[in-house]
């Protein structure tokens, strides 16, 4: 899935607003396997430095395989309420699609603002699932479906919370956007051709759906697919913010 055409779009929409320049320092907070990790350390070159941040023993492992190499990338364990630097050490922190998963918001954006360096910016990119536009039939199984969904996040509808969020640790707001995921098909190289599967799985074995009514959402997308009816859509919002001087 990280490395879908989606995927790698949003990596490229994250890197063009974030702009690093060569010799600076940034941390990627939730970085996965690496490969945002890697595309960063290639923008802010040898002089620079990138600490690839990821609770995930699996992930760090792919990430450090990834990256080896790569001597100006650190890949440690850690999580977004204790960030690994020093107090106005870094350039940039950079959160896609991580604050989702963080209980206790303002500590993270507090541990953001601590590491930054004056000036400094955050880039914090999250999902909206109420954005979420699916061709159904079955509006109210489809609504069941998401509301089942919503527990794998603890905060399912950050956005719109986030810019407020952000002043009140401290930061000032310099950019907010959005960059939607569109796909006309289940093809295996879609975000949607993982996510519904995962949402279906999520739902019958920890949302409370029985699994008949699984069974026939999934039914229904993929007969729509075959038709050529299927269309799925979500939103992801951008939020850029700087350190005061």
């Known amino acids: 899935m990280y490395q879908n055409p989606d995927v790698v779009a949003q990596r490229v929409f994250v890197r063009e607003h974030l702009a690093l320049q060569p010799g600076e320092k940034v941390i990627d907070v939730g970085a996965g396997p690496g490969l945002l990790a890697l595309e960063m350390a290639n923008e802010v070159g040898s002089q620079g430095q990138v600490i690839a941040l990821d609770p995930s023993e699996d992930m760090r492992a792919i990430a450090n395989q990834r990256c080896d190499g790569t001597n100006w990338i650190t890949v440690t364990e850690g999580d977004a309420t204790a960030l690994p630097a020093a107090d106005a050490s870094l350039d940039a922190v950079v959160a896609t699609q991580v604050f989702e998963y963080v209980p206790d918001m303002p500590l993270a954006l507090e541990e953001c603002l601590r590491v930054l360096k004056p000036g400094g910016r955050i880039l914090a990119l999250d999902t909206d699932w109420d954005s979420a536009v699916v061709n159904t039939q079955h509006r109210e199984r489809m609504a069941m479906m998401i509301e089942a969904w919503r527990p794998h996040f603890y905060h399912a509808n950050l ?6 969020l952000i002043r009140d640790a401290g930061f000032e707001m310099t950019f907010m956007g ?5 796909n006309a098909s289940l093809d295996k190289n879609t975000y949607a051709g993982d996510v519904i599967f995962t949402i ?20 229904e997308l993929t007969d729509l697919d075959a038709d050529g009816q299927f269309f799925f859509s979500i939103t992801r919002f951008l939020f850029l913010a700087i350190k005061p001087n």
């Open 178 to 182: 959005g960059t939607p995921v569109v």
């Open 159 to 164: 956005p719109g919370r986030l810019p407020s």
């Open 200 to 219: 279906a799985k999520f739902a019958e074995r920890k949302g409370g759906v029985a699994p008949a009514v699984c069974a026939a959402w999934l039914k």
